[in-house]
């Protein structure tokens, strides 16, 4: 068994480094002087309008802003400049975009991060002019016509931006573009981005958890029939039980009996036919047990539950309505974190020691409200 869980996790690992697509020039470290003037692209960059540049930390006072070395991968960082009447100069928001080497496919979930901060500008010291970075999708030049994100309001403190998403339609080009929050007839306001992570690629989403039930009577019918099919074949496909661990490695799990409500996810390694690698898919059975004494099974609405960043790095924030236990999972349904969440709180997760991969979620409130979810850790 400590064989197969070995096998498995080497799987998983393979596969989660190389199904990602790593965008050229992710650092914006050109090999030209980084002046920092208005249109200039970094390379592998194509612009639309003029107000673009790449920028050299140290090239003026101005750009002595905390930079933290997570984020730090040299001395270029990209800046997207949003300038005065922007309602009738189109040009004058910031933008560019990259050709990928893989398409974005439609049915895929993937995850992305970048770090940015906002930039008071020099000419007006006492002012910052709010505004967001954009991640958009497009398949013709300049022509996004997906937004997939929209950063946090930006400030002067340099911050981690990371989402899941999957596209509406396929993609070929990924753009950056700065948003203002406000549209003043003032100089111009400035996002600056670094570090753009790969895009991994986090569920293709061909594979679909089958149950012959997912409700039954407790102590009357404690057994239950798993199977999955696929909609493209799979080199490795596993079940596993939330809480317990891998319990069969094929497509057709067969019966399987448990005492209580619990969670079977399947698991599947398929290969990409464009040039992604290897791809995970997975789906989701939550199996539930009602008292037959009454007259109708009792569902119990979620309540409100958040998790976030999501992928994160070192820390995740959990933000709860109801009191209850938060309980992490790894990719083989090992219990890896367990946590009391207060009512109406914010908590703070540290996953700074765990590897990078997806986990696995379960929180049941006090109110019996169960939230499952998965976290990618990077």
Same mark, same amino acid.
């Given at each position: 068994?400590?064989?197969?869980?070995?096998?498995?996790?080497?799987?998983?690992?393979?596969?989660?480094?190389?199904?990602?697509? %790593?965008?050229?020039?992710?650092?914006?470290? /050109?090999?030209?002087?980084?002046?920092? &003037?208005?249109?200039?692209? *970094? @390379? +592998?960059?194509?612009?639309?309008?003029?107000?673009?540049?790449?920028?050299?930390?140290?090239?003026?006072?101005?750009?002595?802003?905390?930079?933290?070395?997570?984020?730090?991968?040299?001395?270029?960082?990209?800046?997207?400049?949003?300038?005065?009447?922007?309602?009738?100069?189109?040009?004058?928001?910031?933008?560019?975009?990259?050709?990928?080497?893989?398409?974005?496919?439609?049915?895929?979930?993937?995850?992305?991060?970048?770090?940015?901060?906002?930039?008071?500008?020099?000419?007006?010291?006492?002012?910052?002019?709010?505004?967001?970075?954009?991640?958009?999708?497009?398949?013709?030049?300049?022509?996004?016509?997906? %937004?997939?994100?929209?950063?946090?309001?930006? /400030?002067?403190?340099?911050?981690?931006? &990371?989402?899941?998403?999957? *596209? @509406? +339609?396929?993609?070929?080009?990924?753009?950056?573009?700065?948003?203002?929050?406000?549209?003043?007839?003032?100089?111009?306001?400035?996002?600056?981005?670094?570090?753009?992570?790969?895009?991994?690629?986090?569920?293709?989403?061909?594979?679909?958890?089958?149950?012959?039930?997912?409700?039954?009577?407790?102590?009357?019918?404690?057994?239950?029939?798993?199977?999955?099919?696929?909609?493209?074949?799979?080199?490795?496909?596993?079940?596993?039980?939330?809480?317990?661990?891998?319990?069969?490695?094929?497509?057709?799990?067969?019966?399987?009996?448990?005492?209580?409500?619990?969670?079977?996810?399947?698991?599947?390694?398929?290969?990409?036919?464009?040039?992604?690698?290897?791809?995970?898919?997975?789906?989701?059975?939550?199996?539930?047990?009602?008292? *037959?004494? +009454?007259?109708?099974?009792?569902?119990?609405?979620?309540?409100?539950?958040?998790?976030?960043?999501?992928?994160?790095?070192?820390?995740?924030?959990?933000?709860?309505?109801?009191?209850?236990?938060?309980?992490?999972?790894?990719?083989?349904?090992?219990?890896?974190?367990?946590?009391?969440?207060?009512?109406?709180?914010?908590?703070?997760?540290?996953?700074?020691?765990?590897?990078?991969?997806?986990?696995?979620?379960?929180?049941?409130?006090?109110?019996?409200?169960?939230?499952?979810?998965?976290?990618?850790?990077?």
């Amino acid at each position: 068994m400590l064989r197969g869980v070995f096998y498995l996790t080497f799987l998983f690992s393979a596969l989660f480094a190389n199904s990602q697509i %790593v965008l050229k020039n992710f650092d914006f470290e /050109d090999s030209l002087t980084y002046s920092c &003037s208005i249109n200039t692209v *970094p @390379s +592998s960059w194509y612009q639309c309008g003029q107000y673009t540049s790449v920028c050299d930390l140290n090239a003026t006072e101005v750009f002595y802003i905390l930079h933290p070395s997570s984020a730090f991968t040299g001395l270029g960082v990209c800046a997207l400049r949003y300038d005065y009447n922007s309602l009738s100069l189109p040009n004058a928001i910031g933008k560019m975009f990259q050709k990928l080497d893989c398409p974005l496919i439609n049915r895929y979930q993937y995850s992305f991060s970048f770090w940015n901060a906002g930039l008071v500008n020099d000419y007006y010291p006492n002012r910052f002019f709010m505004g967001q970075t954009v991640v958009s999708l497009g398949m013709d030049s300049c022509a996004d016509t997906e %937004v997939v994100y929209e950063s946090s309001i930006l /400030d002067t403190i340099w911050r981690m931006e &990371s989402f899941l998403f999957t *596209p @509406s +339609s396929t993609a070929e080009n990924i753009y950056l573009s700065i948003k203002p929050i406000t549209l003043l007839e003032a100089q111009a306001m400035v996002a600056l981005i670094d570090a753009l992570s790969p895009i991994y690629v986090v569920n293709a989403h061909e594979l679909e958890a089958v149950a012959q039930d997912t409700l039954f009577y407790e102590k009357k019918q404690e057994c239950i029939s798993l199977s999955a099919t696929e909609s493209a074949s799979m080199d490795s496909v596993w079940w596993e039980q939330v809480g317990v661990g891998v319990i069969s490695q094929q497509l057709n799990a067969g019966v399987v009996c448990v005492d209580s409500n619990t969670t079977f996810i399947v698991h599947g390694i398929g290969t990409d036919s464009t040039c992604a690698g290897y791809l995970p898919s997975s789906d989701t059975v939550r199996v539930r047990f009602y008292d *037959p004494t +009454s007259s109708q099974p009792e569902f119990v609405q979620k309540s409100m539950f958040k998790v976030y960043p999501n992928p994160a790095k070192d820390y995740f924030t959990i933000e709860a309505e109801q009191s209850g236990t938060f309980e992490l999972f790894n990719s083989l349904g090992q219990l890896v974190l367990t946590k009391e969440i207060s009512k109406g709180s914010y908590a703070t997760l540290d996953v700074s020691g765990f590897g990078s991969g997806v986990y696995f979620y379960n929180f049941l409130s006090d109110g019996n409200a169960d939230t499952r979810g998965k976290l990618v850790k990077e």
